[in-house]
């Protein structure tokens, strides 16, 4: 997820919380160009009891790196009414002002598949037209109430892993949260923009959780503190969602649609002004319509199957080679998987890739089929894995369905793809449009380029107060 200071009013400094790691950048605001960046892997996975809980411990990466996961949740205790900062403290070190989290749970990632499709249909039907899944904010929060009530008790606030951290920046007393990040949370009317409250308290909900919904690119408040040079006062944005703010760093005409591809997977493309979407949710869709900027939507196909299958592939044979008693850095065994794929341009070998499932089909699982012994190669499976991958993106949102929207081009953005080109000629293969891989793609720059745009208008307007 993804959320922005403005340094002033000629540069932002643009934050991506993500899964994996923590990216920050420095935007030129007249140019739109980025100045500098920094990113840190953010090594805060928990181990959990279950294969279906995922897990981070909410902390200091941000500080080591001076938008983020949409779904996932986490908890603030109650704090004393006498309490300025939002569950943290501020510290002074070697002449460096930090916050230290305190009192709050750990982050429940979008990954968390505790939430079975049981459990989801036992829950109230939402005034939305997007589906709740597992890893949603609203369905742990439920998941808790009905397996451990007891760890809800004392806590006051709920929210995203970047909404923490814009309370913590802005010193506010209640989290703040915007429609794109809520709509991901379940139980969200994106047309009024309000929680479904009625329905939540009908089912027991603790609606105090929720946070106060806001406007996307509108400012949630003020630093309260200077923070790494950053002065007190500097205007905080309110989060936004990872995924639209890498749209919005890339996309630039009607005909654009944007593949991202880190951890999980988008396609997406923008629906017209005047659309609106469905009362009610296809759960069986595999395209939703998720909430951009002004009232407008994305059509998007969101998989759960993106960079993490291509993690999970280094990882299995990391452990296999670990077995016969040697050691392989990961990164090795990835520079030669990519090298023995390019070798090997195409394969009889299929790979269905849904290793994670997806939230229209949460049952489905991978499988490897037309095995032959001519076909068993690194070049071979690595080809097929990633094929599959790309394949999988493809009957999501099939390529006649982007040429009947307007569709002309796509612009490849995220980690995995930017750093994987057998992804890349599989996406040109699979897809019948020109590709561009853009420069400075990712939800760090997007979010920037948003509070820019945002704070330049509101500094036009009223330009003493800043």
């Given at each position: ?84 900062h939002w569950s943290c403290e501020w510290l002074s ?31 109230p039907k939402p005034d939305s037209h997007l589906s ?240 032959s012994p001519s076909n068993l190669s690194l070049g ?87």
């Open positions: 997820m993804a959320t922005s200071l403005s340094c002033s009013a000629d540069f932002v400094l643009g934050m991506d919380l993500g899964t994996t790691s923590v990216k920050v950048v420095l935007l030129e605001a007249q140019s739109n160009s980025v100045t500098d960046s920094r990113s840190f892997p953010t090594n805060s996975d928990i181990s959990c009891t279950t294969d279906t809980r995922v897990g981070q411990r909410a902390g200091s990466c941000t500080n080591n790196c001076s938008s983020g996961q949409m779904h996932g949740r986490f908890t603030q205790r109650q704090a004393e009414k006498s309490q300025v070190k070697d002449e460096i002002i930090r916050f230290i989290p305190k009192d709050i749970s750990q982050l429940i990632t979008w990954q968390d598949g505790r939430c079975s499709a049981d459990f989801l249909s036992s829950l709740v899944a597992t890893g949603f904010g609203c369905a742990t929060i439920f998941w808790y109430m009905k397996h451990r009530p007891e760890f809800l008790s004392g806590f006051s606030d709920a929210g995203t892993i970047q909404d923490y951290v814009v309370s913590m920046l802005g010193g506010l007393d209640r989290c703040v949260m915007t429609g794109q990040n809520a709509a991901s949370w379940g139980y969200f009317n994106s047309t009024t923009n309000q929680w479904n409250t009625q329905i939540l308290k009908d089912a027991g909900f603790p609606v105090h959780l929720l946070p106060v919904v806001v406007e996307s690119g509108a400012v949630a408040g003020y630093t309260s503190s200077e923070w790494y040079g950053i002065p007190a006062h500097t205007p905080v944005g309110a989060a936004l969602g990872d995924f639209q703010c890498s749209v919005y760093s890339c996309m630039t005409d009607k005909g654009d649609a944007v593949l991202n591809m880190s951890t999980s997977a988008q396609l997406t493309f923008g629906m017209p002004a005047e659309f609106s979407p469905p009362s009610s949710p296809d759960a069986l869709s595999p395209v939703a319509y998720f909430p951009y900027l002004h009232g407008s939507y994305l059509a998007v196909a969101a998989s759960l199957n993106g960079g993490n299958v291509m993690a999970t592939f280094v990882r299995m044979l990391d452990s296999w080679i670990k077995e016969f008693g040697l050691e392989v850095n990961e990164s090795r065994i990835y520079s030669q998987l990519i090298q023995s794929a390019l070798a090997q341009p195409n394969t009889d070998l299929t790979v269905t890739s849904t290793l994670l499932g997806e939230r229209h089909d949460p049952t489905t699982s991978a499988s490897v089929s037309q095995i071979h499976v690595t080809r097929a894995v990633c094929r599959g991958i790309i394949e999988n993106m493809a009957t999501m949102m099939p390529p006649h369905s982007l040429q009947a929207a307007g569709v002309r081009c796509i612009i490849g953005s995220g980690s995995a793809l930017s750093c994987n080109p057998v992804l890349q000629q599989e996406v040109e293969r699979v897809f019948p449009f020109p590709v561009v891989y853009g420069k400075d793609v990712d939800s760090a720059v997007g979010v920037a380029m948003v509070f820019k745009d945002q704070l330049m208008m509101f500094v036009s307007e009223t330009p003493d107060l800043l």
